[in-house]
Every structure is written in C-alpha cells, then in structure tokens.
C-alpha cells in the first residue's frame, strides 16, 4: 500500500484524465512499449520460423563458398580421395534426391493424369507445352543476341591448351539424336528405362574396295573405314519415356472407371507418402548444398587461366541467364497474372539454391513440387502433372548456353554466321534442349546436334567442358525457374477459367462411394492419420505445420 502514494507523486503532472488515476496512467506507458516489442518480437521470431529453411539455404550456400575458399589455401592441397571424403555430405543429399526421383514422377502423373478430365488434360499439357516453346525459343534469342554483342571467341587460345581432346563427347548425326528421342519415347522395357536409356554410337568398320583399271583388272586393294551406327543402352534414367508411359497409364486408370479406383488412390496415397519424405530431405538440404558448393571450388584447377581465357563467355551466359530469369520469366507471369514474381521467387528460393548445388533439374524436382504447392498455392493436380514434364522438356537455361557456346565457336575459328545459320541454331537449340539430360553437363552432350547442324567442328567443346561446371549451375537454376513460373501460370489460368472451387476440386480423385462416408474436411495428404479420429488432429495440424518452409 506505501507505493501507492509514491506512484501518485510521480503523476501529479498528469492532464487530469477522469477515466482513470495519475498513478495508473503512468504504469500504463511502460506496459504499452512492452506490449509493442513483444508484438514486434514475436513477429519477428514468426517470419523467422516460417523462412527457417530458405535462410538455413542461403547461410549454406554462403558457408560452402566460404569453406571452399578456405580448404584450397591448406598447404599442399586436398589428394583426389581427401576431396571425396571432404564431398560426401553433398553426395548424400544427391543420392537422396535421385532415390525419390522414379516414384515421384512416376506416381504424380498416374495420379494426376487419372483425376483429371481428359479435355482439361489437354487444356493444361497443350498451354504447358506452348509456355516452355515460348519462354525457350526467348532464352535462345537472348544466348544469341549477347553472344554477338559480347563477342567472347575472341583472343581464347587453342582449345588443347585447357583441356584435352580426349574428352570431347562423340559427335553424333543429327537425325540419329531425334531418331534416340523418339525411341526414348517408347522405352522396350520399363524397368531398364528406370536406370538406363538408349542411344546411337558410331563403330569403325574395315571395308576393303578393289581397284580396276580400264581393262576390268584388279592394280589395287584399299581398305577403307565406313562408320556405322549402332544402337545401345547407356546409363541414365530414361525419364523421358517414364513420363509419357506414366501419363497414358493414368489416363487408361480414368477409362476404367470404378475398376481402377483403387490403383489410383494406390498411387495417390504412394505420392503422398513420398511428399513426406521429400519434406524431411528438404531439412538435410542446407547442410548437402553447403558441401557440394565447397567440394566443387576445392576440385577447381587452373581458375585464374580459365577466367582470364574465358571469361567473357562465363559473363556471357551469366548476364544471358540473369536477363531470362530476373526480368524475362518474372515479366511474363506478371503480364498475365498481376502478381509479384519475385515473392513468387521467394517462395522457390530453396529449390533454386538445391538446382544450384546439385546441377540437377531432376534431382531438384521433389523439393521444387513441396515449395510451389506449400509457399505459392500451386494446386497439387497442377504441380504434380506440369512440373515432371518441365523437367523433362523445358531446359531454357541449357538452350540458352548451347546458343551462346555455338556463337562462341564459331567466333574462335572465324566463322562468320549467316542469318540462315542462326536461325538454325535457335531452332535447334530450342528443339534438342527437349533431349537434354537433367543431369549434370546435360547440355553439353546435345551442343554436338547444334554444331553439326551448322557445321561447326565438334572438337571445340573441350573449351566448353572446361568451365561447364560453373556455368551448368546457373543453367540449372533457370531450368526449374521456368518450370515453376509455368505451373503458377497455369494455377491462375485455372482459377480464372474454371472459378477457384472447381479448380480445388480437381484436387481431389473423384470416386463414388469410397469417400462417401469421410467429412468434408478430410485433407488429401492424410486420410491415415485422420481415420484415428479428432483427437490426433491437433498433433497432425501442429505436423504439418513443422514441414512448412
């Protein structure tokens, strides 16, 4: 009670309030700042709770650059073996991803495939494939136009003097590539096609030839080497056929009917499944990128005479990717959806930095499905039908370099290109980045087709090879980029033509009566944990929350 008198001393000066005491006027000042930094604080700690695995990401990226720089200035170096130990980390997230690969894209687009009606199948797929044509055939343009503004053939030395013949990939015919392509397609065997693919090789064979003169008799024999190509299965999963027999199979489950509910809530559930393990991968994916980044600057030889040589071109593919994918790609959804992209950016920024580390679009694709459904509001029947496909067909930053190392060397052996010879190029570029591996040095492999198109030696890759794993990365990272942006154009494109609710609904498999006896707040992701009753919702809800970026 003695406080009392002293807190009214205190607040004599008051304005004399009638709703309340001097006294308690005063004590309400310190309680009001208080109140607002908690609010403060307890927004900050939200927004830090709910970015955890973006900055986790980026404090990974930054960290592996930083040890990478750190272990080369170890004296004597890293031996080859040291370098694996040192990697291993990131070879772990690698192998993880590649592990989820096959029953992602598999059991995505069965299910998606199956629940969706066969006419907005081929609304989706056919404006799907119009986007990635488009924003391809601009990433093109783009690789060609800086390469003749930028000029980097110019002053590079002998190929030889960075990197031996010896590992310039086998040039293969063009009509033999398109032939692989479509025989890719429609793979012999399914479960090869799940680690192998086809393609055309070259042998040498001995053909002797008589030589005759006037008089039909025989002065010589000359034996000559005749190429002949001949077909094999090389290793590499042939995600390519995967998809499309994937796709034909879920729209065969639909034809069924009610026969094929079950194998559809079969794959439906096996999808969901593997969500949940893409989400626990996605936790480890800091701490792999960080190694990955770190083991490729340690295995780096001879930098300042590859960024002396070439840096021109690395610039070159730089500013042609950061032109594509920070105003090209962003304008785009933008024009046609009136949203921010680059919150869209945001929300992906974990699979970009993933792309960065990995090299992979393929390996990047389950993490890059969590991001866009949970961060963006990318439906799943949308994510999971669109992106396995812009993984296998869309390759924007692959095109791009491809048309910027075409330009390259033809510029290094003074080749000037005529208006017919670019055009070939971009179209080329274009169509064989449909090809294109997601793997790693993917695109180097197709760069062949494009330099046999205009007849430009095949010998000069090696100057490409040498910096490719620099300059693969980015290429990566605007490949999953225009993936991305196509399923949250197709997500509003959705909205807008069928009304939100029924694009929802797509959503959801439609059967008859299986369903009829759950509640309509039953979620798709987890009809297991729901069928326990209310009282594990409150845990589920708090579960799911915890898988949130």
């Known amino acids: 009670m003695e406080a009392l008198p002293s807190l009214e001393k205190g607040g004599g000066a008051g304005n004399g309030a009638v709703t309340a ?59 080859p073996a040291q370098v694996l130990y040192f990697s291993f980390p990131g070879e772990l997230l690698l192998r993880l991803l590649k592990m989820i690969i096959l029953p992602l894209v598999v059991c995505s687009l069965v ?32 690789g060609v136009v800086l390469a003749f503004l ?30 692989d392509l479509i025989r890719n397609i429609f793979p012999s065997n399914l479960v090869s096609a799940a680690f192998r693919s086809y393609a055309t090789s070259y042998k040498l064979v001995p053909e002797t030839k008589n030589i005759t003169d006037e008089l039909g008799i025989i002065r010589e024999n000359v034996t000559e080497l005749k190429v002949i190509p001949v077909g094999k299965e090389v290793e590499g999963m042939n995600i390519l056929g995967l998809v499309v027999f994937a796709i034909v199979f879920g729209i065969a489950l639909r034809k069924l009917g009610a026969e094929g509910e079950n194998l559809i809530k079969f794959f439906n559930s096996f999808n969901e499944a593997t ?26 030889e001879d930098v300042v005479i590859l960024f002396t040589s070439l840096g021109k071109y690395i610039c070159c593919c730089f500013v042609g990717h950061a032109i594509h994918g920070l105003i090209v790609l962003p304008a785009i959804y933008f024009l046609f959806t009136r949203r921010n992209p680059y919150r869209f950016l945001w929300g992906i920024f974990t699979p970009l930095a993933t792309a960065f580390g990995t090299s992979s679009s393929s390996a990047t694709l389950p993490l890059m499905m969590k991001c866009v459904e949970e961060n963006n509001g990318v439906s799943k029947h949308i994510s999971r039908f669109i992106l396995p496909i812009g993984a296998t067909v869309n390759m924007d930053g692959a095109a791009l370099f491809q048309c910027v190392a075409a330009v390259f060397i033809a510029q290094l052996n003074n080749r000037p290109l005529n208006f017919i010879q670019v055009i070939t190029i971009l179209i080329t570029a274009t169509a064989s980045s449909v090809g294109a591996a997601g793997i790693p040095a993917g695109g180097v492999l197709t760069l062949a087709i494009i330099l046999e198109a205009v007849g430009l030696p095949t010998k000069d890759i090696s100057l490409i090879l040498a910096v490719d794993w620099l300059v693969d990365r980015t290429c990566t990272v605007l490949n999953v980029e225009g993936d991305a942006f196509g399923a949250g154009l197709l997500q509003v494109y959705t909205e807008k033509t069928m009304g939100k609710a029924e694009a929802e609904e797509l959503m959801e498999i ?35 929350k915890e898988s949130v970026m």
């Open 150 to 179: 930028i000029q980097p053939g110019e002053g590079v030395p002998s190929p030889e003097l960075l990197w031996g013949e010896d590992a310039v990939p086998q040039a293969k015919d063009v009509v033999d590539s398109f032939l």
């Open 275 to 300: 969500m949940v393990l893409v989400s626990w991968i996605m936790w480890y994916a800091p701490l792999g990128i960080m190694f990955l980044v770190a083991g490729k600057i340690v295995e780096m």
């Open 111 to 142: 299910a998606g495939a199956a629940s969706l009606d066969p006419s907005a199948l081929g609304r989706l797929g056919g404006w799907a494939m119009l986007f990635f044509l488009l924003t391809t055939l601009l990433a093109s343009a783009i």
């Open 510 to 544: 439609k059967t008859d009566g299986l369903e009829a006896g759950k509640g309509a707040s039953v979620e798709e992701g987890s009809p297991l944990i729901k069928r326990d009753g209310p009282a594990l919702s409150e845990g589920v809800n708090s579960c799911e």
């Open 21 to 79: 005491p001097p006294g308690e006027q005063e004590e309400r000042r310190p309680v009001l700042v208080a109140g607002g930094r908690s609010l403060a604080a307890s927004r900050l700690r939200g927004c830090l709770r709910a970015n955890l695995l973006v900055l986790l990401t980026v404090a990974g990226v930054v960290a592996g650059v930083a040890v990478g720089l750190g272990v080369r200035q170890v004296p004597g170096g890293l031996s």
